[in-house]
């Protein structure tokens, strides 16, 4: 928390540190305004974007270190997935990795071919991954 607060300040946004034993009322309330976000803010996952959906580095190689099988599975199991066939994100989505560094359009076509540019020159770095759909 303490990192990100550091982060938004020297990008020129004046907030308040981040109380870890607060004392007096403004502190508490502080601490109660942090601790509203305190969960969005601390995500890596959401920091990076939703749309990263690589598992960190640690979490791999405990993985790799400690190999597992899933356990026979059960057709009375209350758990399943479930997706659509086609026409949602799931039939169209598509990760790919940058092999290098370039730039990018958002782009929304129309069902009769209008094209609205809704983002333009993104920035892409060598070796990052993303999601594309079609």
Not at 36 to 56: I, Y
Request: glycine content about 6%.
């Amino acid at each position: 928390m303490k990192e990100c607060i550091q982060e938004l300040k020297e990008k020129g946004y004046n907030l308040p540190d981040y109380p870890d034993n607060p004392q007096t009322a403004e502190e508490k309330a502080i601490k109660d305004k942090y601790a509203k976000v305190l969960g969005s803010a601390v995500n890596p996952v959401l920091r990076e974007g939703n749309s990263d959906r690589r598992a960190a580095v640690p979490v791999k190689n405990y993985a790799k270190k400690f190999p597992h099988k899933m356990g026979p599975w059960s057709q009375d199991s209350k758990t399943h997935v479930v997706h659509m066939s086609d026409g949602d994100f799931f039939s169209s989505e598509k990760s790919v990795t940058i092999q290098a560094a370039d730039t990018a359009n958002i782009e929304f076509i129309s069902s009769n071919g209008t094209v609205k540019m809704l983002k333009s020159d993104i920035s892409l770095q060598q070796g990052k991954s993303l999601m594309v759909h079609s």
